[in-house]
């Protein structure tokens, strides 16, 4: 899948900056690829990209309209519709990560149709998987889990892939989900992959590789959000991790979308312990990543400090104070063979 760059990115009416997560890290990860955003009245997400209409983007080199929004089911909302056709219409490819694909839309694959353009859903792909084998593959693999969905999953791998390449570690960010799709250029989303066949396509995108070789996988969901830990535990079978990081975002009581409390981190390690060992029974723990977006410095620092303390682990906030102690972990815990 070739999508063309740059991207006009699509944020629509979402009522917080959560539902925009994608445009959120491919404007983090690709800036360079984001040159303006459209967003709809209400919209309550801003990447701080200038907004555009669609002649603007146009003579700002724009080739694809990017849907960057999550939500409940991966639904296209019925009023976004008439804007992706003005979009077609006005010559821009459209890219999607919604689990309702565009071409399944009539009147959004009519206006492709006739226009010439493409349509790309990231989130759907036609490779088929087999089931998992659990059969142990040589290199390594970290993959992180979090104690609820969308606490940084996807910006630990990233910032990991990153801080250990600059320590000359042989490291790739395997993408499990749609914006890492959109960012690395490769990957699938593991939550459109029948249940069966999860593990299988993880085992697939991080297969055997060199002895000192890292695979860094995007983790998905909870253990424990009674939504998506069916995608979690796949995805920690299939990975077979030798490491993990726990991710976590402290201002919560009750996990996304649902009123079940947050589990605690030990609560997250000890069961990813537990259950990862069916097909690792080495893995372990290497470090906590916290997202402090909504604290002060010195709050964010003083929570590190106890936490790393309470769990004898590196704790840090990869985006805001770096990677570097997850990293020392890394290479204390699996010195190269």
């Not at 907004?51 to 909302?77: S, Y």
Request: glycine content about 10%; aromatic content about 6%.
């Amino acid at each position: 899948m070739q999508i063309a760059t740059p991207y006009l990115m699509f944020l629509g009416d979402v009522p917080d900056t959560l539902a925009a997560k994608t445009a959120y890290g491919i404007k983090d990860w690709r800036p360079e690829w984001c040159v303006g955003q459209m967003r709809l009245p209400g919209c309550a997400a801003d990447l701080g990209i200038p907004d555009m209409t669609l002649p603007e983007a146009l003579a700002k080199g724009c080739r694809t309209l990017v849907i960057g929004v999550v939500n409940a089911g991966g639904v296209l909302p019925d009023h976004w519709v008439k804007e992706i056709v003005a979009a077609i219409e006005a010559g821009l490819d459209v890219a999607s990560g919604l689990h309702v694909k565009l071409g399944a839309v009539p009147a959004i694959a009519e206006a492709a149709a006739r226009r010439g353009r493409q349509l790309h859903d990231v989130r759907h792909t036609d490779e088929r998987f087999p089931t998992g084998k659990g059969t142990k593959r040589a290199g390594r693999r970290l993959l992180t889990v979090g104690t609820d969905c969308s606490v940084g999953k996807k910006y630990t791998v990233l910032a990991l892939e990153r801080g250990m390449r600059a320590r000359g570690l042989d490291a790739d960010f395997c993408a499990t989900g749609q914006t890492g799709v959109f960012i690395s250029g490769r990957g699938v989303a593991i939550d459109a992959v029948v249940a069966d066949f999860i593990s299988g396509a993880v085992e697939t995108i991080s297969p055997d590789a060199a002895p000192n070789h890292w695979d860094l996988i995007e983790g998905q969901g909870s253990l424990y959000h009674p939504s998506f830990a069916g995608v979690s535990l796949g995805l920690l079978h299939g990975a077979q991790a030798d490491a993990f990081v726990v991710c976590h975002e402290p201002t919560r009581t009750n996990m996304r979308g649902v009123k079940h409390p947050l589990p605690t981190i030990q609560q997250v390690i000890d069961l990813t312990v537990q259950l990862g060992s069916l097909t690792n029974p080495a893995i372990k723990p290497v470090g906590i990543a916290v997202n402090t977006q909504a604290l002060a410095e010195g709050e964010a620092r003083a929570l590190l400090d106890k936490l790393g303390a309470e769990h004898s682990l590196p704790a840090t906030d990869p985006v805001r104070f770096g990677v570097d102690g997850l990293v020392d972990r890394i290479v204390a815990d699996f010195p190269e063979a």
